[in-house]
């Protein structure tokens, strides 16, 4: 069964300082991951998603995850966080399972991120 | 391109009315659209798996006969709130599969808040 852990529910940076955000996931074959990023009374955006291919993804608005097999990780980050980057963000990892619930997705808890100017 | 609208994006209503909440696929086909219930400051949970012509797949402790799922076409699928409860109040995000593209992209709406009174 596939399932994802964010640690830290809220993390807060200054303007300009480096954001991380963790996500470990469970998974019982090769997993895809993602992270959507949702803004207040919003959907959710996709930032960026890990599909076997290069282990190091680059997303929109500078953010970037490094998929990790040995650490079962796929961390979120960005050199230099700016206000506009203030939201809630999901990691999230895909159901390779067949018929009719493929490509479901399990989210995480989220972590909001507070950007300090 | 991936564009999902949900409408309508607010609703009110009185306990014991039904409401119809849409989610429309507007630029590409969905065989699979995903209805998610999301609380205050909670992740997102998925209530079921919706397959155009077929019957929707419900998760575990979701009542299929509370929360009726239709997916009549390619780029339409419905969830109606029937008898509505305070509970029931919540954030409903729906997400959709495009067909032919990767199997484990979902494009998400922008929500609807259903508040009931």
């Known amino acids: 069964a596939q399932s994802v852990t964010q640690l830290g529910s809220h993390v807060s940076v200054s303007e300009g300082a480096l954001v991380l955000l963790r996500c470990n996931y469970s998974?019982?074959?090769?997993?895809?991951l993602f992270w959507y990023v949702q803004y207040p009374n919003q959907g959710l955006q996709l930032l960026l998603k890990y599909t076997s291919a290069a282990t190091l993804v680059k997303g929109i608005n500078g953010f970037e995850a490094e998929f990790k097999k040995s650490e079962t990780s796929f961390h979120l980050t960005k050199p230099s966080a700016h206000m506009s980057d203030a939201a809630e963000y999901f990691c999230a990892v895909s159901d390779q399972g067949r018929g009719s619930t493929l490509g479901r997705l399990y989210f995480g808890r989220g972590t909001q991120l507070t950007v300090w100017p | 391109g991936a564009v999902v609208s949900q409408h309508p994006s607010r609703v009110i209503c009185k306990s014991g009315t039904s409401v119809k909440i849409e989610c429309r696929s507007l630029d590409f086909q969905a065989t699979t659209m995903f209805w998610y219930r999301q609380f205050p400051k909670k992740s997102l949970m998925l209530m079921a798996t919706s397959n155009e012509g077929s019957k929707a797949t419900y998760e575990q402790g979701v009542e299929k006969d509370k929360f009726l799922i239709n997916h009549a076409s390619l780029t339409l699928s419905t969830l109606t709130v029937t008898s509505a409860h305070p509970e029931d109040s919540s954030f409903y995000i729906c997400?959709?599969?495009?067909?032919?593209?990767?199997?484990?992209?979902?494009?998400f709406g922008p929500g609807t808040r259903l508040t009931v009174t």
């Open positions: 997400s959709a599969r495009a067909s032919g593209r990767g199997v484990y992209e979902q494009y």
């Open positions: 998974s019982s074959v090769p997993p895809y």
